[in-house]
């Protein structure tokens, strides 16, 4: 599915990109202490530092402000996942920078994710499918790398085993950010990594 185009009467991209990123930055700020509902597009352009006039220029509803969050946060997620991997590694190396690089960039952008899914819900059905799309996209990314693991006799999993497996690491990754106020009086990130990755290799 393609990227919905917001729509904008300011032709100038560098100025869009510009104008857009103040607004996800108030946006991620207010939705994570009044939530979307309860957040008007007044405060969002009075944090931005503009106008509510300037504010439509470049956007035509609240709903795309938060579309363009969620987007956002998708994009930074893979962006920074993909930079700490190193295609070089041998298999298991890989997997294990695989999921710390996961879990670090979901320690990075904890507020901007746990908004985007406390969140997402309040997105039309196209836009909502888009979004998740992405999620399942980078879970597909992790995937491969499972694949790649297993067809170089790092893992001994099947195919139903190895989209399991992508789905939980996933998911723990998700816990670092939504069980937060719990799991950081017990662990340090690393040590979190480590007995995730212990869980994870167990029956290998």
């Known amino acids: 599915m393609s990227k919905r185009q917001v729509p ?15 607004m996800i930055k108030s946006a991620v700020d207010l939705f994570q202490e009044k939530g979307f509902h309860r957040t008007t597009t007044r405060e969002i352009a ?45 298999a298991g190396e890989r997997f294990q920078q695989m999921v710390a690089a996961l ?48 067809e170089e006799g790092y893992l001994q999993i099947s195919d139903e085993e190895i989209y399991i497996m992508a789905e939980n690491i996933m998911v723990k990754g998700y816990m670092w950010t939504f069980r937060r106020w719990a799991l950081r009086k017990q662990f340090t990130l690393a040590q979190y990594t480590r007995l995730q990755l212990d869980a994870l290799l167990k029956k290998n």
């Open 8 to 22: 904008s009467v300011v032709k100038d991209e560098r100025l869009i990109q510009k104008r857009r990123e103040q």
């Open 46 to 90: 009075r944090s931005s530092g503009f106008s509510i006039g300037t504010l439509y220029e470049y956007i035509g509803s609240k709903e795309d402000i938060l579309y363009l969050v969620c987007d956002a946060v998708y994009e930074g997620v893979t962006t920074r996942f993909n930079h700490l991997l190193d295609q070089t590694l041998p």
């Open 103 to 150: 879990f670090q960039v979901m320690d990075e952008m904890q507020d901007e994710v746990l908004v985007m899914y406390q969140e997402v819900k309040s997105l039309p059905k196209e836009s909502l499918i888009y979004v998740l799309k992405k999620d399942e996209s980078m879970t597909k990314d992790i995937r491969k790398v499972i694949i790649e693991c297993r």
